[in-house]
């Protein structure tokens, strides 16, 4: 606790931190997961995405041909937005998290009403800076050097909507001076966080492959049923990393403050 306050953490110790605060705050995590991700997996849920792969691979010529491309398209664009729109909440709420951890106020517990009004009356600033960073992301996207760049210096966008009044532009430039100085670390951790990421995924998809419907069969309601709550658990517990993110975001902050009162 008293070393996040003063330097900036290796990786391990950051992983070690958010253990510790994602466990302590399941009361808090497994309601607001709920609220941001069965909206979302209930959506795709609907978007036959095995079935538009399976006929792209087969014929792919046909598929552009009869109009099914540029609609699966349209449509996984507008669920992408959808999904950036709710699940923006889970980081907001994890800095929040983070942020009352390792900043405690009087040594009070942040109850589960206070802690979704909070992430509510935030929703809208986080999701407009969400939305502007993928905009510019998707315009640079043709040069993979802009993308990668902007992907790394806008890296705590969210985490600065969530906890202050900055969003849009501002939260752009806020996380920007956050990495000057230091993008190659910056651009490591984020990176690794992100493998992590997804290779944990991986890993809860094979052990909850069996218990999904096979591929191409007619979705019953208790099969969506299954497939909605697997989904939405293996995103939640998925979710740790962006904790790891809000708590590396606190430990900058906070390292950083303490530097600066050092010098002056």
């Given at each position: 606790m008293n070393d996040i306050t003063h330097r900036e953490l290796r990786i391990i110790e950051i992983l070690s931190e958010t253990?510790?605060?994602?466990k302590s705050s399941l009361r808090l995590i497994v309601p607001l997961c709920l609220l941001a991700l069965i909206p979302v997996n209930l959506i795709e849920l609907f978007f036959p995405q095995d079935v538009f792969l399976a006929a792209l691979l087969t014929d792919p010529v046909g598929v552009?041909?009869?109009?099914?491309?540029?609609?699966s398209i349209l449509f996984f664009g507008?669920?992408?937005?959808i999904r950036l729109i709710f699940t923006c909440l889970v980081t907001g709420g994890?800095?929040?998290?983070?942020?009352?951890?390792?900043i405690p106020d009087g040594g009070t517990q942040?109850?589960?009403?206070?802690?979704i009004d909070f992430v509510m009356g935030k929703w809208i600033s986080i999701a407009f800076t969400g939305i502007l960073f993928y905009c510019i992301l998707s315009l640079s996207a043709i040069m993979i050097f802009p993308a990668v760049y902007f992907a790394v210096?806008?890296?705590?966008?969210?985490?600065?909507?969530?906890?202050?009044?900055?969003?849009g532009f501002k939260a752009l430039i806020a996380s920007a001076r956050l990495v000057r100085g230091r993008f190659l670390k910056r651009m490591f951790y984020g990176i690794t966080f992100l493998i992590m990421q997804f290779a944990l995924a991986g890993v809860l998809a094979r052990?909850?492959?069996?218990?999904?419907?096979?591929?191409?069969?007619?979705l019953t309601l208790p099969g969506g049923i299954l497939i909605l709550a697997l989904n939405v658990l293996t995103e939640t517990i998925g979710s740790?990393?962006?904790?790891?993110?809000?708590?590396w975001f606190v430990n900058i902050l906070l390292s950083r403050k303490t530097q600066q009162e050092g010098v002056s």
């Amino acid at each position: 606790m008293n070393d996040i306050t003063h330097r900036e953490l290796r990786i391990i110790e950051i992983l070690s931190e958010t253990f510790k605060l994602f466990k302590s705050s399941l009361r808090l995590i497994v309601p607001l997961c709920l609220l941001a991700l069965i909206p979302v997996n209930l959506i795709e849920l609907f978007f036959p995405q095995d079935v538009f792969l399976a006929a792209l691979l087969t014929d792919p010529v046909g598929v552009v041909y009869s109009g099914l491309y540029n609609n699966s398209i349209l449509f996984f664009g507008v669920t992408q937005v959808i999904r950036l729109i709710f699940t923006c909440l889970v980081t907001g709420g994890y800095t929040y998290l983070a942020m009352r951890r390792f900043i405690p106020d009087g040594g009070t517990q942040a109850s589960l009403s206070g802690f979704i009004d909070f992430v509510m009356g935030k929703w809208i600033s986080i999701a407009f800076t969400g939305i502007l960073f993928y905009c510019i992301l998707s315009l640079s996207a043709i040069m993979i050097f802009p993308a990668v760049y902007f992907a790394v210096i806008f890296i705590f966008h969210l985490n600065i909507a969530a906890v202050s009044g900055e969003r849009g532009f501002k939260a752009l430039i806020a996380s920007a001076r956050l990495v000057r100085g230091r993008f190659l670390k910056r651009m490591f951790y984020g990176i690794t966080f992100l493998i992590m990421q997804f290779a944990l995924a991986g890993v809860l998809a094979r052990l909850t492959g069996g218990l999904y419907p096979p591929v191409g069969a007619e979705l019953t309601l208790p099969g969506g049923i299954l497939i909605l709550a697997l989904n939405v658990l293996t995103e939640t517990i998925g979710s740790i990393f962006i904790m790891a993110q809000a708590v590396w975001f606190v430990n900058i902050l906070l390292s950083r403050k303490t530097q600066q009162e050092g010098v002056s």
